[in-house]
């Protein structure tokens, strides 16, 4: 298993979101979870930008070992 981190500042407030590799359907929707909470200054733009990178860096991960199982036959 793999942890991935990223990392999203606004208005001078750091978040740091740490998530499972095989897993980012979780994270997506802790994102809209922040999002729907007036807690956080995290908008539902916010939330969808970060979930639309997580969302390329599994498609991208998942080509790649596609790529690779192939390319070892």
Do not use: C
């Not at 499972?20 to 999002?35: F, G, K, N, Q, Y």
Request: aromatic share 10%; glycine share 2%; proline share 1%.
């Amino acid at each position: 298993m793999t942890t991935r981190t990223m990392k999203f500042e606004k208005d001078g407030h750091d978040y740091i979101f740490r998530y499972r590799s095989d897993a980012p359907d979780e994270i997506i929707d802790h994102l809209m979870t922040l999002a729907e909470s007036s807690k956080y200054n995290i908008d539902w733009l916010d939330a969808a930008t970060l979930s639309f990178q997580i969302t390329q860096i599994a498609a991208v991960s998942q080509a790649n070992k596609t790529t690779s199982s192939v390319s070892q036959k």
